[in-house]
Structures are given as structure tokens and as C-alpha cells.
């Protein structure tokens, strides 16, 4: 049953007049310093993030700790974004230029962001992948007396482990590291998957994204309208629109940096901020930062930047040529030497095990705020008498 | 193959070793022939052969008789035959992974859509043969949802609506189980997990994609037209219950199967392991149609989302019961929310569009506004949801404050409607926000007449709307209707006072007579100019009003009658008072043009929407 039989053209442009609300009086001077303290704020919570490595206690650049901070620095931004330039807001003041622009395109970067956070949830979820294929080889190579038996585990763990880790995300989201490799690299033909599904070809479902969804292109269309407020327009609403617009693709930008996401190609080009803004210091410089790390790694294809994942893949290479090496009962120097990296490895295991979770729940609640935010955003377009808007 | 030497295992180590031979022999990296066959495809002696030895194995890791160099041979044996049985459970998974027959539930062109949201889904679910060995899949019985009341049972055996369905056949399951206990009394429990993860998962996928659950990202579903999203969420809501209430329901009867009493909530990891990705997926479809921007003509999908998924709920908290499941039951419990919070906002998007629907452009003939039409028919829809939307509407319209004096907004009295559901406030406030447009409307008719016309014709089509539909009527109630049965005839009333005033202008009594005796002292010229200002404005009134509209056939016809009633009586008296004045001077029938038959025809002209011929018909001599 369809809900209406008349002409589509009929409701089709609503538009929608509520009577003018009695604009702020007088404000004006508490709202230019809330908006220079929004500046500030910012600035302070990333200067927090970039700590050098001297001060104690510190989290390693992208490592889970890290970006748990990230999103709790994301989340307290967008709060006072919020509070500037949503709460008591005079809806006209939003719909008028440059705002009738900036408004929008803002609008069309919270989808986004809503989008990444779902791919990225997703991604902690293969790392979680990795973690458990690391368990596998410390419990291995934790049993004392070590034996060929448990290296061999071991190695086989840590083969599935490496394999994961430089796996490209673009293999359209095969994603090597659920599938645990044959023993002996048989080809599975009895009966397998029907019709035409090749014997042996297991699509995971570790990422549950559309299949020509780019996270780097996301983050590029992001940026690419994104132009900072000049002149008149520097002291007034767009600044914080700006502000936090930079925040918002700086924080997904570091997040699909880090943590294995579809097709991340190309991620570290041409996003730039404008030297110039003194607020956006710290950003830039961990932008650069993580900029030139993702530039190395890039070659290789590898499941991201994440602090964690990186020290696994070093002791996980360290490892395999132990295991290689390796006969009953084996030299006490390098068994030693062994347990050392084993102990490492299942520390980072630990961080995982306590980490990820807590970190898939901040995501979400990021998530839930840019929800809420847009929501309220596009109510206040449409009390300004906006007519809808074909986009969105 | 070499035949065994024997089958019975003496203890100590002679056991041992026999048992290592066998596992030795089935090493794949060492030996070809183990490479080409799985111990699990050949004969049932083999298999019990393997399986013991792996026992005798793992009894001599526990035996404190074994040690030094002869514990390192028992700890290698173990993971040979590990990885081994690892292969071993793999493979008997994939070859139970065909996907089961979901073509026939997913696009059953035979369930219909009620409109009270509850869908039925593959009730005339049938088995496809030739499609392949399915003799693994009991879908011999349909599976039929049975309605909504179910809901409410916890325990999730007896539910009706979930259907769990065999897999994998019994003697695949007996001996997975046979391996994962093995693997797990040695310490092998995560990659038993992980083998099993990762081939499940693949099956599921490939279900999802048989029952077309696709990949849509946020912003695609944002830019999709909304008539390809109604079908998306249509096929949504079908999948979702066979997913919810088969496919995972199904799955996790299987990692119980396999999994019963083998250590602590390994069937769970296994089973989340299996379906997170995918009902994540699923319901990120759904997360994003609750977040999409509102327009009117969303609600009725949205609410059969909405009650879709709250009928699936139960089913959800039950399937996805343990703790590591949370977030999948609490995302569900947010899309719900969220999905209610969209219908009340697009309930308030559309009182506002009503009220403030600008058009200008007349409706030729004073006939049914596309708005009344189109309000009336989305009210119609609102109250067969009504189930639904009295539990998500909870606040009253805002209304604005009472004379207020705004003249943008018309004013309810709220007093009098005191008791009633807010989903009945609502209609009734739409109704009136309707009307006060519509009023409006009517101002942008240059003729007085016609504006009454269109409010009469307009009001009475929300009446019989009203009047025609159970659930209306009674959500609005009498006194309401009487009311507008009050406006239409009120309506009806101006509409004949602003057209026949003038008409029966030129039939008074007054100003004919001369000072005088009555008969005698007639003006004539006056009574001549009466004849033809009549006819004249007659003729033009007709002409007019048989173009103008009154769809309502019983309507009209009271109208017709009430004009005639006036009209008549009047015409037919003033003709027979002065006719014999006109006839006794020149040209009369250029001044009586018309009998009373000719007017009684006349009247029938009016409202029909078709144009008259210039002349009316006249007097026949």
C-alpha cells in the first residue's frame, strides 16, 4: 500500500516557515571569546597527544592507548562544538552565507565519519584476528620444556600472524588471516562450496563495508572542500565549523592510519593543514609524524600503523627464524633470548585483550555524538526555513 | 596404506609408540600419501584407529612415566596429530557448507505486506530439488512464522518463530565433536575456534548474499532515491527474519551441538565468532535507514521497520544471549529507538508541512484540494498503524499557545478533548491545521462563492473520510464529527447566501409598486428591467457554476435542492403576479425567457463540471 497516490511533485520541496526567533542580544562579545576558547581547547588537547617521549607516563603514537585518547579528545571537541555553535543557536544566524555552505558540507563530512567509525569497528575486529593467532604462538612457546612440538605450532601461528598483518586491504576483503593455513597445503575438492565458488577460496567477513567503499577516498572528498575562513569570516561561525571539521577528518585519518580498513591507498596524500593556523600546531605535527611512518609502510601493505600490530610483525618475523633455528633442545642463549621477545609478545596481547574492546566502545559512542549532532544541525537548518535539501 | 598391526594398545610406552606410528603415518609434511586422503573420508576403522591413537598419545602426556627425551617424542607427537586433526575439522566443515535454499523464502512472492507492519515471511517456503545433494538439509516442513503473539516466551526452544535447522548432519557433527574435544583436552582450543570460525563465516556470507543482504555504506543509503530504499527495506525486513530466526538460530544449534560439554562457553566463542561480522551487517543496513533524514512520506516503512524489528527483538536477546553478544543486543535495542524517534519526528515534519504547504494554485471548479486528499489518505494509513504509533506517540501537538493570537497557527482547544490518546490528539489536530489551510486557500478564489464552495466540498470530503474508517472515526470521535458536519453546512449556507442573494435580488417585492392601489400601479419599466437583470444574472450564474465541481453526488443534489427550494418558489410566484403586465406589452418574450420547467432543468446543470451551451433552454411555445 503506498502511503500517498498523489502528484510526487506535491510535497516533494516542503517548505517550511516558523516564525523568526528573537536573535540573541548583546552576545556578541561572550560568543567571540567562546569561540577563541574553542581554539584554544583544541590546541591544548592535542599538544597533550603529541607529548614527547620523555614525559611519563606515555602512550606510543597510535597505539591503542593512544587512540583511545584520540577519541576521548574527539569527543570532548565535539562537545564544545557543539555547545558553540548548536546550543541557543538563532537558526537564521546558520542559514546565512557562508554558513548556507559550510553548513551542508559539514553535514556530508558527519556521514562520513559515521561510515569510518563502522569500517574501523569493523577493522579492530581483524586485529583482534591477529591477537588471537599471537596467543596461540606465546601459549606454544611458553611450555617449558620447549619442544619441536610447540615451535612447530608456534611457527605455523606465526606464519598465519604475518600473513594477516601485510595482507592488502584491497584483496577485497579476503582477509588471509581467518584462514588458517593447511598443514600441508592440500586443496580442499569434496564437496565443497556449490556452483561456482572455487574450492578452497574462504571469503572472510571480518569487514563489513560496501564493496567499493574507500576509507582513503572518504577522508580525501573530506578534505577536499575544506578551506579555511578568511578575512570577516575568520571571526565569526565558520571559524569553529572549520575548526572542527579539521578535527573530524584529522581523527579519521589517524584512525584508518592505525587499524586495518578498506582500501586505504593513497591515505597519506595531499592532506595538509595550513601551516599558518596556530592551533592546528600539534595536529600538523603529528601528521607528519604518522604521515612519514605511513609513507614507509605503504610499499609493504601492511594492516596499519597501529603501535601494537607493528612491534607484533617485528617479534613475529624475530620469531619465525628463531623457530626456524630451532632443535630439541636448543641453545640456552637463544632460548633466553626467546622467552624475552614470547613475553613481549604476550604483553602486547594483553594490551589487546584489554584494550580493543574499550576501544570498539569509544568508536561507537563517537559515533552516537555525530548522530545526535547532525541531527540537531539539520533541525536547526530546517527551523532557518531552509527548504530540504536534495543531498543527505 | 599399511594395514595395522593390531588394534588393542598395551600401556606404557609399547602403546605409546604404536600410537605414534599412526600418527607419524597420517603427517602430512612427511608423507604423500597422508597429503592426498583425510583420515575422516575413509573407512570407519581408520578413523576409531586415529582417534585412539591420538587417546593413547595424550594419556602418556599425562603419565608421569615418560620423561626427558621420551616427553619431547610424546609433545611432538601431540602437535603432529594436532595439526593434523586441525585439517581433519576443517575439512569435514567445508564439506558441509552448502549454503541452504533461502531463494524461496527471500523472494516468496506470495507474502504479503500487512499493513499493520507484521510481515509473513516463507510461508509457502518449498524445497528446490536438482539443485544439488541436499540431502544434509531437513527443510521438508515450510517454515512458517507464526504471528506476532509469540513473543513473549524466553525460552528459546519453545518459541515458535525460531526455526533451527540442521546444518550439518548427525555423523558430521559426532565427529567434529569428536575432534574438538581432542584439541581442546590439548590445549588447542584457539585454533579449533579459529578453523571453525572462519569456515562458518564463509557460509553465512554466502547465505547473505543468496538472501541479497547487501553492502551499503551510510552515505549511499543517504543518496538512494526513497522508492528504491522502500524496496531495499522490504527485502531488508524478510532477510532479517529468516537471518535472525533460522540462519544464526541455526548456527548456534550447531556450536552447541558440536560443542556441548566440552569446556566453558566454547560454543559461544565459536558462534560469535561466526555471526558478529555478519549480523553487524545486517543491522548497520537498518541503523542507517534510523538516521536518514526525515520526510513524511518515510513514516509507514519506517514504522514497518520499526515494528518488524521489535517483533524480531525476543528472538535477537535470545539468540544472542551471552555476554559477549552485547553488542550486537544493544545495537538492535538503539535502532529501535532510534526508529521511533524518526516516526515522531516525521509525524511533526508533516503537521508542519501541512500547515505551512504554500501552492497557490486554485483547484478549477472549487473540487478537492490534492492536499486534503493526500492528507486524508496519510491519516487513513496513520490510523491503521495505529497499534504501533499509540505507543510511540507520546506527547501531545504542540499547538502553540491558546489564542495566542498568531495568525500563522489556528488555535485547539485541548480542554474538551480531555482523555484521549495523543495519537487521537494529533489526527485531530491535523485535521485542523488541514482546515485553517485550507481556508487560506480559499482566499486565492477571486469569487466569494466558489471560496465557500471549496470549503464545502473539502470539509465534507475529511468528514466521510473520517465518517468511512473505523479507526478514525473512533480516534476523532462524534462530537468531532459533528462539528465538521456544522462547518460543511455552514460552508454550504454562504456559499448560497454570497450567489443567491444577488439572484433572488431581482424577484423581491419591493420598489415595483407605485404609490398607490397594488395591481394597477406596477411600474412596468421596472418590472421589465427585473425580468432581464434576472435572466441575465441567472444565466451567468449557471453559465458559471455548471462549471464548478461538487464530486459528492448526494451533495450536490441536497444543494441543487436546497437552491431549487428557494429559487423556485420564488420565481414561480413573481411570474405569477407579473406576467400578465409583461405579456400585455411589446416583446415579452424578451423579458419572460424562461418557464419554471426551464429553471427546474437548470438547477440540474450546476455543479456538474461541464460547461452549458450559452442558451439555456427556453420556454417552449
Known sequence: MKATETQPSFLGRISIRRNQVMSMEGNHEQELQDLDLFQKHVSDRFAALLSSPEDLPHEPLLSISWLR??????????????????????????????????????LERAVKVLDICNAVSSGVDSVRQCQKFAEIAVSALETKPMGDGQVKRARKALTSLLSAITSDDRDNNHFKSTERAWSFGRRV????FRKDKPAGSFRSLSMVVAKNWSAAKQIQSMFSNLVAPRGAESTGLASPVYVMSV???????????????????????????????????????????????????????SAGLLEEVQRMEKLGQSLIEFADGFHFP????????????????????????????PLQQQIREVFHRVVRSRREVVELLENAGAVSQPME | MEPPENNNFDDGVDGFEEAEKIV????????????????????????????????????????????????????????????????EFRSILLSHTTAFELDSVSMDPSSSVHSSGAETTGDEYEHEHGVGDDEDLQLTDPIRRADSSSSNSTSYRSTSSIREMDLIPQDGVFDLRSIAKRMIASGYLRECIQVYGSVRKSAVDASFRQLGIEKLSIGDIQRLEWDILETKIKRWIRAAKVCVRI?????????????EGIGTAIDDACFMETVKGPAVQLFNFAEAI????????????????????????????????????????????????????????ILSEFENAVLREPSKAQVPGGTIHPLTRYVMNYISLIADYKQTLIELIMSRPSTGSRYSGDPTTPDMDMSELEGRTPLALHLIWIIVILQ???????????????????????????????????????MIGDDYLKKLTGKFRLAATNYQRATWVGVLYWLRDEGLHVSGSFSSGVSKSALRERFKMFNTTFEEVHRTQALWLVPDSQLREELRISISEKLIPAYRSFLGRFRSHIESGRHPENYIKYSVEDLEMAVLDFFEGYPVSQHLRRRSQ
Request: hydrophobic share 40%; glycine share 4%.
Open chain 1, 69 to 106: 585518547k584520540l577519541m576521548d579528545v574527539f569527543l570532548c571537541c565535539e562537545a564544545e562544538f557543539k555547545a558553540v555553535l548548536i546550543t541557543g543557536r538563532d537558526p537564521t544566524q546558520i542559514s546565512k552565507p557562508p554558513l548556507d555552505r559550510l553548513i551542508p558540507e559539514f
Open chain 1, 330 to 357: 636448543g641453545e640456552a642463549e637463544k632460548l633466553e633470548d626467546a622467552a624475552t621477545q614470547v613475553a613481549e609478545l604476550a604483553d602486547i596481547c594483553m594490551r589487546m585483550e584489554e584494550g580493543l574492546v
Open chain 1, 189 to 192: 575438492n569434496q564437496g565443497g
Open chain 2, 290 to 345: 534510523s538516521i536518514s533524514r526525515r520526510s513524511p512520506e518515510k513514516m509507514f516503512k519506517i514504522l514497518d521497520l520499526h515494528d518488524a524489528l521489535m517483533d524480531l527483538l525476543p528472538d535477537i536477546e535470545v539468540v544472542f544471549q551471552s555476554k559477549s553478544a552485547d553488542s550486537v543486543r544493544v545495537q538492535a535495542a538503539e535502532i529501535l529507538s532510534r526508529l521511533a524517534e524518526a516516526a515522531r519526528g
Open chain 2, 24 to 87: 607419524l603415518r597420517w603427517d602430512a609434511t612427511t608423507s604423500e600419501e597422508a597429503k592426498e586422503k583425510m583420515i575422516f573420508n575413509s573407512d570407519r576403522e581408520e578413523v576409531d584407529r586415529y582417534l585412539q591413537a591420538v587417546d593413547e598419545i595424550q594419556k602418556s602426556m599425562s603419565a608421569a612415566t615418560i620423561s626427558g627425551d621420551g616427553e619431547e617424542k610424546v609433545n611432538y607427537a601431540v602437535q603432529i596429530a594436532m595439526a593434523r586433526l586441525e585439517d
Open chain 2, 436 to 474: 485553517f489551510n485550507l481556508e487560506a486557500k480559499s482566499k486565492n478564489y477571486k469569487d466569494a462563492s466558489l471560496a465557500h464552495l471549496f470549503m464545502m466540498n473539502n470539509v465534507h470530503y475529511i468528514f466521510q473520510k473520517v465518517r468511512g474508517s473505523e479507526e478514525l472515526r473512533e
Open chain 1, 247 to 301: 578535527v573530524m577528518v584529522f581523527v579519521m585519518w589517524a584512525l584508518v592510519a592505525a587499524i586495518p580498513c578498506q582500501e586505504r591507498s593513497g591515505l597519506s596524500t595531499h592532506f595538509q593543514i595550513p601551516r599558518q593556523l596556530t592551533w592546528a600546531q600539534s595536529m600538523i605535527g603529528l601528521l607528519e609524524k604518522i604521515g612519514e611512518e605511513w609513507k614507509k609502510k605503504e610499499k609493504k601493505g
Open chain 2, 247 to 259: 540462519l544464526f538460530a541455526s548456527e548456534k544449534k550447531l556450536c552447541e551441538h558440536i560443542f
